[in-house]
Protein backbone atom coordinates (compact mmCIF):
# COMPACT_ATOMS: atom_id res chain seq x y z
CA UNK A 1 0.00 0.00 0.00
CA UNK A 2 1.27 3.55 -0.32
CA UNK A 3 0.04 6.92 1.65
CA UNK A 4 1.39 10.52 1.31
CA UNK A 5 1.10 12.67 4.94
CA UNK A 6 1.20 16.35 4.26
CA UNK A 7 2.36 17.50 7.36
CA UNK A 8 0.69 21.34 7.83
CA UNK A 9 -3.17 22.00 6.26
CA UNK A 10 -2.45 25.66 6.21
CA UNK A 11 0.42 27.58 5.86
CA UNK A 12 0.98 31.43 6.49
CA UNK A 13 4.31 33.38 4.93
CA UNK A 14 5.01 36.93 4.10
CA UNK A 15 5.74 37.96 0.74
CA UNK A 16 9.37 37.61 0.13
CA UNK A 17 10.33 34.86 2.40
CA UNK A 18 10.73 31.41 1.83
CA UNK A 19 8.17 28.27 1.57
CA UNK A 20 8.16 25.00 3.11
CA UNK A 21 5.86 22.49 2.50
CA UNK A 22 6.28 19.28 3.85
CA UNK A 23 5.51 15.85 2.86
CA UNK A 24 6.55 12.61 3.84
CA UNK A 25 5.54 9.12 2.04
CA UNK A 26 5.18 5.44 2.42
CA UNK A 27 5.43 2.96 -0.44
CA UNK A 28 6.37 -0.45 -0.67
CA UNK A 29 8.92 0.29 -3.94
CA UNK A 30 10.17 3.02 -5.73
CA UNK A 31 7.51 5.83 -6.28
CA UNK A 32 7.14 8.50 -8.34
CA UNK A 33 6.43 11.89 -6.63
CA UNK A 34 4.76 14.78 -7.76
CA UNK A 35 3.68 18.24 -6.24
CA UNK A 36 0.11 20.13 -8.05
CA UNK A 37 -0.78 23.30 -7.49
CA UNK A 38 -4.48 24.41 -7.26
CA UNK A 39 -6.27 27.77 -7.88
CA UNK A 40 -9.83 28.40 -6.37
CA UNK A 41 -12.16 26.18 -8.74
CA UNK A 42 -9.18 24.97 -10.92
CA UNK A 43 -7.71 22.24 -12.12
CA UNK A 44 -4.46 21.04 -10.86
CA UNK A 45 -1.04 21.61 -12.40
CA UNK A 46 1.48 19.80 -12.31
CA UNK A 47 4.93 22.14 -10.26
CA UNK A 48 7.47 19.17 -10.24
CA UNK A 49 8.01 15.69 -10.44
CA UNK A 50 10.77 12.94 -9.41
CA UNK A 51 11.07 9.95 -10.78
CA UNK A 52 14.24 8.17 -10.04
CA UNK A 53 16.56 10.17 -11.25
CA UNK A 54 18.10 13.42 -9.69
CA UNK A 55 17.67 13.52 -6.00
CA UNK A 56 16.87 17.85 -6.21
CA UNK A 57 13.86 18.49 -8.66
CA UNK A 58 13.37 21.70 -9.85
CA UNK A 59 9.42 22.85 -10.93
CA UNK A 60 7.97 25.51 -12.47
CA UNK A 61 7.82 28.98 -10.98
CA UNK A 62 10.95 29.05 -8.88
CA UNK A 63 9.90 25.59 -6.28
CA UNK A 64 11.93 22.60 -6.25
CA UNK A 65 11.51 19.37 -4.13
CA UNK A 66 14.11 17.15 -2.46
CA UNK A 67 13.38 13.14 -2.52
CA UNK A 68 15.03 12.00 1.11
CA UNK A 69 14.87 8.01 0.92
CA UNK A 70 16.03 7.60 4.36
CA UNK A 71 13.23 10.32 5.97
CA UNK A 72 10.57 9.04 3.28
CA UNK A 73 9.91 12.66 2.67
CA UNK A 74 9.89 15.23 -0.53
CA UNK A 75 9.34 18.52 0.90
CA UNK A 76 8.46 21.68 -1.36
CA UNK A 77 10.73 25.04 -1.34
CA UNK A 78 11.10 28.01 -2.57
CA UNK A 79 13.07 30.34 -1.55
CA UNK A 80 10.75 33.53 -2.10
CA UNK A 81 7.02 33.72 -1.61
CA UNK A 82 5.26 35.73 -4.35
CA UNK A 83 1.29 36.73 -3.60
CA UNK A 84 0.74 34.54 -7.12
CA UNK A 85 1.77 31.32 -5.57
CA UNK A 86 -0.95 31.45 -2.72
CA UNK A 87 -2.99 28.53 -3.47
CA UNK A 88 -3.37 24.74 -2.44
CA UNK A 89 -0.75 22.41 -2.86
CA UNK A 90 -0.79 18.40 -2.95
CA UNK A 91 2.05 16.20 -2.46
CA UNK A 92 1.02 12.87 -4.49
CA UNK A 93 2.70 9.29 -5.08
CA UNK A 94 2.75 7.35 -7.81
CA UNK A 95 2.96 3.25 -7.55
CA UNK A 96 2.00 -0.06 -9.40
CA UNK A 97 -0.30 -1.58 -6.81
CA UNK A 98 -2.48 -4.63 -7.13
CA UNK A 99 -5.16 -2.14 -9.17
CA UNK A 100 -2.48 -0.51 -11.65
CA UNK A 101 -0.36 1.74 -11.63
CA UNK A 102 -2.03 4.44 -9.16
CA UNK A 103 -2.12 7.79 -7.68
CA UNK A 104 -1.96 8.48 -3.93
CA UNK A 105 -2.90 12.40 -2.97
CA UNK A 106 -2.44 13.98 0.10
CA UNK A 107 -4.82 15.82 1.61
CA UNK A 108 -3.14 19.36 0.66
CA UNK A 109 -1.77 22.21 2.24
CA UNK A 110 -3.27 26.22 1.89
CA UNK A 111 -0.39 28.50 1.18
CA UNK A 112 -1.26 32.04 2.65
CA UNK A 113 1.15 35.16 1.55
CA UNK A 114 0.45 38.11 2.95
CA UNK A 115 2.24 41.36 2.43
CA UNK B 1 -5.61 23.04 -28.62
CA UNK B 2 -4.57 19.94 -26.94
CA UNK B 3 -6.20 18.96 -23.25
CA UNK B 4 -8.98 18.12 -21.17
CA UNK B 5 -12.50 19.56 -21.41
CA UNK B 6 -14.78 19.54 -18.12
CA UNK B 7 -18.42 20.22 -18.94
CA UNK B 8 -20.37 21.99 -17.49
CA UNK B 9 -18.07 24.07 -15.14
CA UNK B 10 -21.20 24.04 -12.20
CA UNK B 11 -23.78 22.12 -12.37
CA UNK B 12 -27.14 22.01 -9.74
CA UNK B 13 -29.31 19.56 -9.14
CA UNK B 14 -32.22 18.56 -7.24
CA UNK B 15 -32.65 15.65 -4.66
CA UNK B 16 -33.17 12.18 -6.58
CA UNK B 17 -32.19 12.99 -10.04
CA UNK B 18 -29.50 11.66 -11.74
CA UNK B 19 -26.77 13.87 -13.43
CA UNK B 20 -23.91 13.31 -16.15
CA UNK B 21 -20.67 15.26 -16.02
CA UNK B 22 -18.54 15.30 -19.33
CA UNK B 23 -14.94 14.92 -19.86
CA UNK B 24 -13.11 15.00 -23.34
CA UNK B 25 -9.89 14.66 -24.11
CA UNK B 26 -7.20 14.83 -27.16
CA UNK B 27 -4.11 14.01 -26.02
CA UNK B 28 -4.35 10.75 -27.01
CA UNK B 29 -4.21 9.02 -23.79
CA UNK B 30 -4.81 5.88 -22.62
CA UNK B 31 -6.17 6.21 -19.33
CA UNK B 32 -8.48 8.08 -18.11
CA UNK B 33 -9.67 9.07 -13.84
CA UNK B 34 -12.57 11.07 -12.19
CA UNK B 35 -11.76 12.62 -8.76
CA UNK B 36 -14.02 14.00 -5.81
CA UNK B 37 -12.65 16.74 -3.80
CA UNK B 38 -13.48 17.87 -0.74
CA UNK B 39 -12.45 20.17 1.43
CA UNK B 40 -9.87 19.13 3.62
CA UNK B 41 -10.08 15.62 2.22
CA UNK B 42 -7.06 15.92 -0.81
CA UNK B 43 -8.71 13.90 -3.95
CA UNK B 44 -10.25 10.45 -4.05
CA UNK B 45 -10.52 8.05 -6.66
CA UNK B 46 -14.09 7.21 -7.82
CA UNK B 47 -13.87 5.47 -10.92
CA UNK B 48 -10.49 5.18 -13.50
CA UNK B 49 -10.54 3.40 -17.13
CA UNK B 50 -7.02 2.08 -18.61
CA UNK B 51 -8.40 1.39 -21.99
CA UNK B 52 -11.72 1.30 -24.33
CA UNK B 53 -14.41 -0.39 -23.00
CA UNK B 54 -12.63 -0.89 -19.69
CA UNK B 55 -13.01 0.94 -15.85
CA UNK B 56 -12.27 0.15 -12.39
CA UNK B 57 -14.21 1.43 -8.81
CA UNK B 58 -11.86 3.49 -6.92
CA UNK B 59 -12.40 4.17 -3.54
CA UNK B 60 -15.60 5.45 -3.33
CA UNK B 61 -17.78 4.17 -6.36
CA UNK B 62 -20.96 3.74 -4.36
CA UNK B 63 -23.13 6.19 -6.28
CA UNK B 64 -21.48 6.91 -9.42
CA UNK B 65 -21.38 4.97 -12.78
CA UNK B 66 -19.00 5.52 -15.77
CA UNK B 67 -18.98 4.26 -19.50
CA UNK B 68 -16.04 4.20 -21.52
CA UNK B 69 -17.19 3.65 -25.23
CA UNK B 70 -14.48 6.27 -27.09
CA UNK B 71 -10.97 7.11 -25.74
CA UNK B 72 -11.43 10.61 -25.70
CA UNK B 73 -14.19 9.94 -23.35
CA UNK B 74 -15.08 8.93 -20.05
CA UNK B 75 -18.48 10.49 -18.55
CA UNK B 76 -19.48 10.10 -14.96
CA UNK B 77 -22.79 9.86 -14.19
CA UNK B 78 -24.36 10.78 -10.21
CA UNK B 79 -27.01 9.03 -9.83
CA UNK B 80 -29.71 9.23 -7.17
CA UNK B 81 -27.83 6.67 -4.40
CA UNK B 82 -25.07 9.29 -4.27
CA UNK B 83 -26.11 10.49 -0.40
CA UNK B 84 -23.75 13.66 -0.75
CA UNK B 85 -23.07 14.68 -3.87
CA UNK B 86 -22.33 18.21 -3.29
CA UNK B 87 -18.58 18.59 -4.38
CA UNK B 88 -15.93 19.75 -6.91
CA UNK B 89 -15.18 16.51 -9.72
CA UNK B 90 -11.99 16.30 -11.43
CA UNK B 91 -11.26 14.67 -14.58
CA UNK B 92 -7.78 12.95 -15.18
CA UNK B 93 -5.92 11.51 -17.90
CA UNK B 94 -2.32 9.67 -18.12
CA UNK B 95 -0.72 8.46 -20.71
CA UNK B 96 0.45 4.66 -21.73
CA UNK B 97 4.27 5.62 -19.49
CA UNK B 98 2.24 6.34 -16.48
CA UNK B 99 4.11 9.25 -14.99
CA UNK B 100 2.11 12.28 -14.11
CA UNK B 101 -1.03 13.14 -14.51
CA UNK B 102 -3.40 15.91 -16.27
CA UNK B 103 -6.04 17.67 -14.75
CA UNK B 104 -9.11 19.50 -16.44
CA UNK B 105 -10.64 22.37 -14.56
CA UNK B 106 -13.50 20.56 -12.78
CA UNK B 107 -17.17 20.67 -12.02
CA UNK B 108 -18.58 21.77 -9.44
CA UNK B 109 -21.59 19.97 -8.51
CA UNK B 110 -24.46 21.44 -5.77
CA UNK B 111 -27.57 20.06 -4.74
CA UNK B 112 -30.39 22.25 -4.12
Known amino acids: AQSVTQLDSHVSVSEGTPVLLRCNYS??????LFWYVQHPNKGLQLLLKYTSAATLVKGINGFEAEFKKSETSFHLTKPSAHMSDAAEYFC?????????????FGTGTQLKVEL | DGGITQSPKYLFRKEGQNVTLSCEQN?????MYWYRQDPGQGLRLIYYSQIVNDFQKGDIAEGYSVSREKKESFPLTVTSAQKNPTAFYLCATRDRGGTEAFFGQGTRLTVV
Open chain 2, 27 to 31: LNHDA
Open chain 1, 27 to 32: SSYSPS
Open chain 1, 92 to 104: VVSGVTGGGNKLT
